[in-house]
């Protein structure tokens, strides 16, 4: 699913745009294939890869728990 805006120049612009798209996929990808099982922070209910945002070039993942409504994110230690 995407968003396509006219920017301040006059030209279309898509978001997030395809190689985000691409990037989101692959990551939610290599989830599925590690079997990572991940855990609300607060009542530990486990979420569907498929309901994860991405951000900062696939080092972080943030979700909001169905059932207590918590937003979680997790980063991976530096």
């Known amino acids: 699913m ?3 805006f ?3 120049d006059g030209e279309w612009e898509q978001f ?3 190689s985000e798209l691409y990037e989101k996929a692959r ?3 290599m989830l599925n294939a ?3 099982r991940i855990l609300c922070h607060l009542c530990n209910e486990p979420v569907p890869s498929t309901e994860l945002a991405f ?3 696939g080092q972080a993942l943030t979700w ?3 059932k207590c409504h918590a937003v979680n994110e ?3 230690q530096a």
Do not use: G, H, I, Y
């Open 6 to 8: 006219m920017n301040q």
């Open 64 to 66: 909001s728990c169905k």
């Open 16 to 18: 997030p745009n395809d």
């Open 55 to 57: 951000w900062v070039e």
């Open 34 to 36: 590690l079997q990572v």
């Open 2 to 4: 995407t968003l396509q």
């Open 27 to 29: 990551a939610r990808e």
């Open 74 to 76: 997790s980063k991976p």
